[in-house]
């Protein structure tokens, strides 16, 4: 999965980022709907800098970029909107049916997120060399590149809860709900992966001490790994 998301120069230049002795790499993951951008958010109030993949995997197909002609070519008009942008939703149904086309698409947009996520990072670094950096990658243990941080961060929700959210803010059947989370890893299968849990199943304000003890934690981590 991993030669198929990422250039092995790309991925071998990210290992050694990780590897800056002053910044705190750290993944937040977590399934669909669990929350994980109210966890990200939270942690970005609290002083954190976050790249968000669901973010640069829309910046890098906006309208006239190489990875949208690339779609464009592939997919053809039918999968663009009146002003060009492209229709997210039409393509993830056609993805969805088909792996095939999914695993093209994948291979068009996966490497330039990726180049996209280095040249931010890179940003950061420069600006804040002892940023504690939270990337926010959804797919994360899907395309098996948790290695690329030092520590992860899950949020969790339980598999009724997901369906539930699911039902709720997308206005679609419980069939439906099941199939999209069917398509992911489980989130239970996903807490094997955490070096920290975010228990999003919980009053909002549970949620926000529980980021706020894990900030305190990832700033010690940051601060003995700086020391080391």
Known sequence: MIESSIST?????????????????????????????TAAEMLKVLGSEIIDFDILARDVVEPGKPAWEQIVEYFGESALKEDRSLDRKRISAIVFRDPGKRNVLEAITHPVIFEEYENRLINIIRKDPGAIVVGVMPLMIEIGLQDLFQNIIVVYISRAGQIKRLVDRDKITVEQAENILNAQVPIEEKLKYA??????????????????????????????RDKS
């Open 9 to 37: 120069e790309c991925y071998q230049r990210l290992m050694l980022l990780r590897e800056n002795k002053g910044i705190l790499l750290t993944g937040l993951t977590g399934g669909i709907a669990t929350g994980k951008t």
């Open 195 to 224: 070096d920290f849990v975010i228990n999003n199943e919980c009053p909002l304000d549970e949620t926000r001490r529980q980021v706020e003890a894990l900030w305190q934690e990832l700033k010690r981590i940051q601060k003995y």
